[in-house]
C-alpha cells in the first residue's frame, strides 16, 4: 500500500513537467445500521466503478508542494488497460499531453515543442517507487477498491464512526504484492503502518482513506465527495488529497465534470518530426 501512499508524488510530476453538470449525490446522514464486513464488502463491491472506458470533459488541478503552487485544467480519456490520455491546457491553452500506455509513457509540451517518450519503467526509477499502469488506471477511473481485495479486506476491523462505516487493517494482515514488486499492505503484526477506509452508508462507496506509516513518518489522506451518478454506479466528482512526510506537505485538488463511460476510440499519440526530445533526469 504505500505505493498509494506515495501515488501524490508521482501526480506532481505533471505539474514539474509543464511548469453540463449531472446532479452530484451527496449522501445525508443516515442512522448507520450495523451489518456483519462481510454484507458490507459485498455491498461495496457491487458499487465498484468499473467501466472499460471513462473520460472526463473538465477537470481542475491546483497543487500546493510544500508552499509552491501550481494549477491547470485538463481533460481525461481512459481505455482500461490500453490507454490513459491527460490533454493539459493553461488558461483555455492547450500546453500538453500525457499518454499511458501498460508499457510506455508520452509527453508532448507544445509551448516549447519537446517530448519525453519512455518506458514506464525509467518513471518508477525517477521517483523511485511503483508507479504501474494499473495502479495509475485504477485511481484515476475511481476504482480504489481494486487494490483491496475482497478476501484481505474482510480481515480488517469494522466500526461505525461520525456516520460512516469504518474499516481498519490491523495486526496479523497478510502481504498483498503489487504488480511492480512493492506491497500494499505489510506483513503480520506490522502494527506501524495502517490503513483506515470510510464507506458511505447509503451509496457504499470511498468517502475518506488515511495511510499512516509510522516507520517512515508519513501520512496520506484521500477525500472523495460529491459523487455523480453515471450509469448505475457513482464516480467522485471532487477528489483531495493531502501527503505528509519528512520531505514535506503535498497538497493536491481536483474538481472534476463531463463525465461519460461512452466509448472512445483509440488515438495513438504522434510526435511532430520538429519536437526535441527529452530524457528524465534522477
Do not use: H
Request: charged share 25%; aromatic share 12%; proline share 4%.
Amino acid at each position: 500500500m504505500k505505493n498509494i501512499l506515495k501515488i501524490a508524488l508521482w501526480l506532481s510530476v505533471f505539474s514539474v513537467l509543464l511548469f453540463s453538470c449531472k446532479t452530484r449525490e451527496r449522501a445525508t446522514r443516515l442512522v448507520v445500521r450495523p451489518v456483519s464486513i462481510s454484507k458490507l464488502v459485498k455491498n461495496i463491491e457491487e458499487n465498484r466503478f468499473d467501466f472499460p472506458y471513462f473520460s472526463a470533459k473538465r477537470i481542475n488541478f491546483s497543487f500546493d508542494n510544500d508552499g509552491e503552487k501550481n494549477s491547470f485544467r485538463a481533460t481525461l480519456q481512459i481505455i482500461r488497460e490500453r490507454q490513459i490520455s491527460l490533454s493539459i491546457m493553461k488558461l483555455s491553452i492547450p500546453v500538453g499531453r500525457v499518454a499511458l500506455s501498460p508499457d510506455s509513457l508520452i509527453f508532448l509540451n507544445y509551448f516549447e515543442r519537446t517530448f519525453v517518450a519512455d518506458k514506464m519503467a525509467a518513471l518508477e526509477s525517477l521517483l523511485g517507487f511503483s508507479a504501474d499502469y494499473n495502479m495509475i488506471q485504477t485511481l484515476l477511473s475511481g476504482d480504489v477498491m481494486s487494490l483491496f481485495p475482497e478476501d484481505k479486506l474482510e480481515k480488517f476491523d469494522l466500526s461505525i464512526e461520525d456516520g460512516f462505516y469504518k474499516l481498519q487493517s490491523g495486526g496479523g494482515l497478510e502481504e498483498i504484492p503489487a504488480t511492480g514488486g512493492d506491497s500494499f499492505v505489510r506483513l503480520k503484526n506490522d502494527k506501524a503502518f495502517s490503513q483506515v477506509l470510510y464507506f458511505d452508508p447509503d451509496l457504499f462507496v470511498l468517502r475518506k482513506m488515511v495511510l499512516t506509516d509510522a516507520t517512515n513518518t508519513r501520512t496520506m489522506r484521500l477525500e472523495m465527495n460529491e459523487y455523480e451518478k453515471i450509469g448505475s454506479k457513482y464516480y467522485p466528482a471532487a477528489i483531495n488529497v493531502n501527503f505528509d512526510s519528512t520531505n514535506g506537505i503535498f497538497k493536491a485538488e481536483a474538481k472534476m465534470s463531463g463525465f461519460s463511460t461512452e466509448k472512445i476510440e483509440y488515438t495513438p499519440v504522434r510526435i511532430p518530426a520538429n519536437y526535441q526530445r527529452l530524457f528524465f533526469r534522477k
